[in-house]
Nanobody, 115 residues
Framework: VQLQASGGGLVQAGGSLILSCTAS????????MGWYRQAPGQQRKWVAT???????NYSDFVKGRFTISRDNAKNTVYLQMNSLKPEDTAVYYC??????????WGQGTQVTVST
């Protein structure tokens, strides 16, 4: 099982990025999918989740700026990030959870927001 995250990079404050997480070895339609982030020296924090039924939830610090979505046909989950702030700088990880084979983490993609 592999969750391949991509789309990170360097962006100026106020800019946008789209992260993708493509799964192999599992069918994401059988899982809830989430995005998490970890800034240097901090614990990993939950960012957003989309359930198998396409219900979405967001942490307070991204609500209104980030949008999580899934394309089951492409076995991919996305995180659209708008109005980025320097404090959004972190490694972003995707996670598959609540499915028939347990849970899985992706390898992470770096997002850096400059002032």
């Amino acid at each position: 099982v592999q969750l391949q995250a991509s789309g990170g990079g360097l962006v100026q404050a106020g800019g946008s990025l789209i992260l993708s997480c493509t799964a192999s070895g599992i069918v994401i339609g059988d899982y809830g999918m989430g995005w998490y982030r970890q800034a240097p020296g901090q614990q990993r924090k939950w960012v957003a989740t989309v359930t198998r039924g396409d219900l979405t939830n967001y942490s307070d610090f991204v609500k209104g700026r980030f949008t999580i979505s899934r394309d089951n046909a492409k076995n991919t989950v996305y995180l659209q990030m708008n109005s980025l702030k320097p404090e959004d700088t972190a490694v972003y990880y995707c996670r598959a959870l609540g499915g028939p084979d347990g849970e899985f983490w992706g390898q992470g993609t770096q997002v850096t927001v400059s002032t």
